[in-house]
């Protein structure tokens, strides 16, 4: 198994643009998070999916953030339009129904 | 709410010495505890879980008990070596709840 894949591994971009990031969860996990990690704020919970429904997004920061889960094997993360105090490494992380979750590499943003 | 409260780094060791970083807990519930540890560049990684008082988890050296009558989850390695140096979390989440209540992460570094 490959582990949850995530991509880009980094993404810079300038300030105003529009930025997606992507997940791709270990093939029968029903749970999807997504989590955003900075220095000041530790690990923060952004989203979480069960069965490619959205179940809690009150983590997420505000309208400028959206998530998608389209399908069981891909979900998005968009920032639109981004900003500076956005750059932060985004992780996605997958479980199945006995909660260790899995994460994946991270990408790390940085918003100029 | 659920939380966990871990002790703040960073620590650094030399090779060989022991390691020790305390974690206690808050539960509204009756939690599973785990411990995360996080290398440079790369996401979390389940390292050990305990689900019920009294468990001992277990990994590549590292312990952890679950104690309920001090709430604690304190994880400890007898001897450390160079390549144990990372970010390690510790994380409880409670049955019938599917998040993850993570602490601020402590920072190790293992000198030669």
């Known amino acids: 198994d490959a582990g949850v894949i995530q991509s880009p591994r980094h993404e810079v971009t300038e300030m105003g643009q529009e930025v997606t990031l992507r997940c791709k969860p270990i093939s029968g996990h029903n749970s999807l998070f997504w989590y955003r990690q900075t220095m000041m704020r530790g690990l923060e919970l952004l989203i979480y999916?069960?069965?490619?429904?959205?179940?809690?997004d009150s983590g997420m920061p505000e309208d400028r953030f959206s998530a998608k889960m389209p399908n069981a094997s891909f979900s998005t993360l968009k920032i639109q339009p981004s900003e500076p105090r956005d750059s932060a490494v985004y992780f996605c992380a997958s479980s199945s129904h006995n909660r260790d979750l899995t994460f994946g590499s991270g990408t790390r943003l940085t918003v100029v | 709410g659920d939380s966990v409260t871990q002790m703040e780094g960073p620590v650094t060791l030399s090779e060989e010495a022991f390691l020790t970083i305390n974690c206690t807990y808050t539960?509204?519930?009756?939690?599973?505890l785990f411990w995360y540890v996080q290398y440079p560049g790369e996401g979390l990684q389940l390292l050990l879980k305990?689900?019920?008082?009294?468990d001992k988890g277990s990994n590549k050296g590292f312990e952890a008990t679950y104690r309920k009558e001090t709430t604690s989850f304190h994880l400890e390695k007898g001897s450390v070596q160079v390549s144990d140096s990372a970010v390690y979390f510790c994380?409880?989440?409670?049955?019938?709840?599917?998040?993850?209540?993570f602490g601020a992460g402590t920072t190790v570094t293992v000198r030669a």
């Open positions: 539960a509204t519930g009756y939690p599973s």
């Open positions: 999916f069960n069965n490619n429904v959205p179940i809690d």
């Open positions: 994380a409880l989440s409670v049955i019938g709840d599917y998040k993850l209540s």
């Open positions: 305990a689900t019920k008082a009294d």
